[in-house]
């Protein structure tokens, strides 16, 4: 049933980045008003938020496949009752870093004013932690 209930999550996450992305792109294309700095930062928050929460997800559904081989009931409790935090902590996060960074609508597209950095240490977080959950699988097989 956990995994059933990460495939759902990580199948939206990707689904809102997938849509910000298309949506952000075709209003630039289109130029049906005038766009905003405004729009560079929700748009950016939205993008951003699928990305991060997909990649918590999986990192979600490394962790729950260690303690899975290993067989620490208790633990994936803790995992299974702690999958809706994947959402709160993209948006939040995405939206610290967006908001940190600063965003402009500059010759017709939205540019960074500085670099993402909260986002790219999420993302290598993440990334290393499903990094070490593989090696640990595959010495625990």
């Given at each position: 049933?956990?995994?059933?209930?990460?495939?759902?999550?990580?199948t939206?996450?990707?689904?809102?980045?997938?849509?910000s992305?298309?949506?952000?792109?075709?209003?630039?294309?289109?130029?049906?008003?005038?766009?905003?700095?405004?729009?560079?930062?929700?748009?950016?928050?939205?993008?951003?938020?699928?990305?991060?929460?997909?990649?918590?997800?999986?990192?979600?559904?490394s962790?729950?496949?260690?303690?899975c081989?290993?067989?620490?009931?208790?633990?994936?409790?803790?995992?299974?009752?702690?999958?809706?935090?994947?959402?709160?902590l993209?948006?939040?996060?995405s939206?610290?870093?967006?908001?940190?960074?600063?965003?402009?609508?500059?010759?017709?597209?939205?540019?960074?004013?500085?670099?993402?950095?909260?986002?790219?240490?999420?993302?290598?977080?993440?990334?290393?932690?499903?990094?070490?959950?593989?090696?640990?699988?595959?010495?625990w097989?």
């Amino acid at each position: 049933r956990l995994m059933t209930r990460q495939l759902w999550h990580l199948t939206l996450a990707d689904l809102v980045f997938s849509l910000s992305f298309i949506v952000q792109y075709v209003l630039t294309i289109l130029r049906l008003w005038r766009m905003t700095d405004c729009f560079c930062y929700v748009s950016h928050v939205a993008i951003s938020t699928g990305l991060l929460t997909s990649c918590l997800v999986e990192t979600h559904l490394s962790l729950a496949l260690v303690l899975c081989l290993c067989r620490c009931s208790r633990a994936m409790c803790v995992l299974r009752e702690g999958l809706f935090v994947v959402w709160p902590l993209g948006v939040l996060l995405s939206t610290y870093a967006t908001v940190s960074t600063g965003m402009e609508w500059h010759d017709g597209e939205c540019s960074r004013r500085g670099n993402d950095l909260i986002l790219g240490a999420a993302e290598c977080v993440c990334g290393l932690i499903s990094a070490t959950c593989l090696v640990a699988s595959l010495i625990w097989v």
